[in-house]
């Protein structure tokens, strides 16, 4: 199987190929879809453990001083709400206009450090975006991207309800840091047998787990090492369909730079409430929710909710934005923006 020059790889691309993964381009990414059956990958993630190539993903650091400050006015959510090392926060940077320029996760490291986690597809403008923004706003931050180069990282989510556990097998000495490590937090340990990992309790399935970064340097050593504790490597279609089935949005169908994220499920990631001001606020300020964003069942048997679909409902019209066949519920489901 030869893989096309024009596609970008992650630093496993040969630990799938090696595995006989199915390899599509995603958004660009020479990525496996599935290692033989997409079924099967994801009851592992709903009933045992699975784990999922994220490298793509772009971690970006910012540090300086004003790195707080920074933040307030660059994101939808309130940083205010970091006060702890390593609590992390969901969030989305808008343009001026109130749409979606991506959604994101926000770690607080100190004072003047934040860690974010970017989106694949979008983490070239972000980061001009944000330099943008750190130029306008002379705030004098320094911003570093962490998917190329020198200190580059892997991530790998190990996601199900022994995910802990086999992370803990694999890596035992990152388990006195995160045994009582609350959803939506991160540590950093230092001298494992794989170097220095950030260990994050959070995913994209539904299920419990964590995400860890590693060195580029070491991440298939780490891969090849959670495949031999039996963790099960899962590709992007059980991916889909679990994050479907918790009901959570993909950038690129669900929301994007011409979506305003209160027409997307996205109020509870957005603070207007507090007084600082932030990129896009007016914008939702005046636009208000336009839009009901809601997951939807196909009764009936047979059919399949497909995106772009037209929807006609009590509560409105409208059409689906994602949909699949759900394998654990074994009916077809959907999320649907219909407009009030």
């Given amino acids: 199987m030869t893989q096309a020059t024009s596609l970008k790889v992650t630093p496993l691309n040969a630990a799938h190929r090696a595995a006989g993964a199915k390899m599509v381009d995603f958004g660009g990414w020479d990525m496996p879809v599935n290692y033989g059956s997409q079924i099967e990958e994801h009851h592992a993630v709903r009933t045992d453990v699975g784990m999922f190539d994220v490298s793509h993903m772009c971690v970006v650091d910012l540090k300086g001083e004003n790195v707080r400050s920074f933040l307030r006015g660059l994101v939808a959510n309130n940083v205010d709400k970091l006060q702890v090392p390593g609590k992390a926060l969901y969030s989305a940077m808008l343009k001026p206009e109130g749409t979606v320029i991506d959604d994101l996760i926000i770690y607080f490291m100190n004072e003047s450090w934040f860690r ?72 950093i340990v230092e001298n494992t047998s794989f170097g220095e990992v950030m260990v994050a309790r959070t995913g994209y399935t539904g299920e419990d787990g964590f995400e860890i970064a590693v060195s580029v340097e070491r991440v298939t050593d780490l891969w090849n090492a959670l495949a031999a504790a039996g963790v099960k490597p899962a590709g992007l279609g059980a991916r889909d369909t679990l994050r479907l089935e918790a009901g959570m949005n993909l950038y690129g169908q669900d929301m994007d730079e011409t979506v305003n994220p209160l027409n997307a499920g996205l109020a509870w990631t957005i603070d207007l409430v507090a007084e600082r001001d932030f990129v896009g606020k007016q914008a939702l300020l005046e636009q208000g929710q336009t839009a009901q964003f809601l997951g939807l069942i196909l009764r009936e048997k047979g059919g399949i909710l497909r995106a772009h679909q037209k929807i006609i409902a009590t509560q409105g019209e409208g059409e689906i934005t994602s949909g699949t066949f759900s394998p654990s519920m074994q009916e077809a489901i959907a999320l649907a923006r219909l407009q009030r």
């Fill in 116 to 187: 974010l986690v970017v989106n694949a597809g979008t983490a070239e403008k972000d980061v001009a975006w944000m330099n943008a923004h750190n130029a306008a706003t002379n705030a004098g931050i320094t911003i570093t991207q962490r998917r190329d180069g020198a200190n580059a990282y892997g991530l790998i989510a190990v996601q199900g309800p022994n995910a802990r556990a086999k992370a803990w097998e694999v890596l035992p000495e990152t388990k006195a840091a995160t045994a009582d490590i609350k959803p939506f937090n991160a540590v």
